[in-house]
């Protein structure tokens, strides 16, 4: 099967490997080895303790990382090294599969999909069994382990027992406890789930040879007395110190979402609304007050975002060299939350948004935007151009989301025609933003708030003459939109490593 560059780069890029224990693997090891390398070129091969040949093979592929040690450890201990070697190494995430020909390699491509849509989760693959044989003891072993992390968590997974998962190595804990056999990997399921670290399964393959060819290290009496041993303790720990910690971290978040609400609804209806339209209505309205009242939501927006108004975020940014703010630009910027506004606001006064008519009515925050000078997009921009072009000559920028709404998933969508018909009729240049975090913080239909980072990057103006040469104000948007998809991704990829 031929390499896929673009998934290898991805994989680097998202500082993800692949880790693959074996004992006794001679037929099947190479194979699995050389399938993973078509799509991770950082595979950590451990062989515990293997003496059938194992060695000498994978001694033959230098392109991997080889631990090894003479005596047989057992899953747990060998996932372990591993694990610890990975996160000196750098690596955020790891993906593991067994060497026994079961998993297919095809399915990272799987597992990183999940991970680019659930970053900083642990991913488990849901093994797909139709049509396979599959051992009484093995079907009976998967229902037994389900129903007992579903007590002792609270979550319901299909197939606990999948060996192919993708493990957040940041967000590994107990890791020093976990026990040396292939339970461990339950452990390391439990203690996570405990910890607030979210689980997802995604559907993968799976091959089960013929019985005679099979190569199985389960010894029922002992491993069921095992499990059922961890189980008890797990149950234990569950009650005195799994319980508190979900009902801790249940409490914290419903804290942070209240004081968010109360210091959003409290100082937006009973100080700054109030404070704004008795400015406007005493005595004559005119550009200097406009510019107060921008300057004030230009303070509250720093005051929030970079001070710690939302509690369990971290705001950072970055400004590309050159970018000036004085001068009146179209401002376009890519559409997750509720909280975009204030994220673009951070730096400059000197912004008019053009906004839905749900923002420009919105009983906490409506008086501000319309006294503020927003204007709602269904308006019309044919009719909105006059009052654009008044704001443009006093110095102002007009920002505008070219999506138009915001995204559920975060991903970037559709880019529509009006801003570049804005930046020709008002003769400005385009100043790109790019948005990641609010969307995660504060998603699209969710009440509460999620801790995590929020990060906006400001990039190069683009010029008037590059807008022409793009084409039609269709082609500028598709160009663009390609241009938000593919930094957006590197963006999501720094970041995630650390999510």
């Avoid at 451990?46 to 005596?71: F, M, P, Q, R, W």
């Avoid at 060497?99 to 900083?120: K, S, V």
């Amino acid at each position: 099967m031929p390499s896929n560059p673009s998934i290898q780069d991805t994989m680097r890029a998202r500082a993800i490997c692949v880790v693959i224990p074996t004992y006794n693997n001679a037929a099947t090891v190479e194979r699995v080895v050389r399938g993973c390398l078509d799509y991770c070129l950082d595979v950590i091969v451990v062989n515990d303790g293997s003496n059938d040949g194992t060695h000498e093979i994978l001694a033959g592929i230098n392109s991997i990382t080889c631990l090894e040690y003479a005596k047989n450890r057992g899953k747990g201990y060998a996932l372990k090294t591993a694990f610890r070697h990975a996160k000196k190494a750098g690596f955020a995430y790891a993906i593991t599969l067994d060497a026994d020909g079961q998993h297919f390699p095809e399915d990272i491509q799987t597992m990183l999909e999940a991970n680019r849509q659930h970053p900083g989760e642990l991913i488990v693959g849901q093994r797909q069994m139709e049509g396979t044989e599959r051992s009484k003891g093995s079907s009976f072993a998967n229902r037994f382990s389900n129903f007992w992390f579903w007590v002792q968590t609270g979550r319901r997974l299909s197939d606990t027992q999948s060996g192919y998962r993708l493990y957040p190595l940041k967000k590994l804990y107990g890791l020093w406890y976990v026990t040396n056999r292939y339970e461990a990997e339950l452990e390391l399921m439990v203690f996570a789930s405990w910890h607030g670290v979210k689980i997802k399964g995604t559907d993968i393959d799976v091959y089960y040879p013929p019985r005679e060819k099979r190569v199985s290290h389960f010894r029922p009496a002992m491993d069921f007395f095992r499990i059922s041993v961890l189980n008890t303790v797990l149950c234990l720990l569950a009650v005195i110190y799994g319980l508190p910690l979900r009902l801790f971290r249940w409490l914290m978040k419903w804290l942070r979402t209240g004081y968010a609400a109360l210091f959003f609804g409290f100082f937006s209806v009973f100080v700054i609304t109030p404070l704004v339209v008795c400015y406007t209505k005493v005595g004559k309205n005119s550009p200097k007050k406009q510019r107060r009242i921008h300057r004030l939501i230009h303070w509250v927006s720093r005051f929030v975002m970079i001070h710690h108004g939302i509690p369990g975020t971290r705001f950072s940014s970055k400004v590309e060299e050159g970018v000036d703010f004085s001068k009146p630009h179209i401002i376009i910027c890519n559409h997750q939350s509720h909280l975009d506004l204030m994220c673009q606001l951070v730096f400059s006064p000197k912004m008019i948004f053009l906004t839905n008519d749900w923002v420009w009515k919105n009983p906490f925050y409506g008086g501000i935007i319309r006294n503020a000078e927003y204007y709602p997009v269904s308006e019309g921009l044919e009719a909105l151009l006059p009052k654009l072009r008044s704001l443009v000559e006093r110095g102002y920028s007009i920002a505008v989301f070219p999506e138009g709404t915001r995204s559920k998933d975060c991903a970037v969508q559709r880019f529509h025609q009006g801003a570049f018909y804005l930046a020709d009729q008002l003769g400005l240049d385009i100043l790109p933003m790019c948005l990641y975090g609010p969307g995660k913080v504060l998603p699209k239909g969710v009440h509460s708030l999620n801790k995590g980072p929020i990060y906006i990057e400001v990039w190069k103006t683009v010029k008037r003459a590059d807008l022409e040469a793009m084409g039609t104000k269709r082609e500028q948007a598709s160009w663009f939109r390609r241009e938000y998809i593919r930094r957006y991704a590197e963006i999501s990829n720094r970041i995630e490593q650390d999510v």
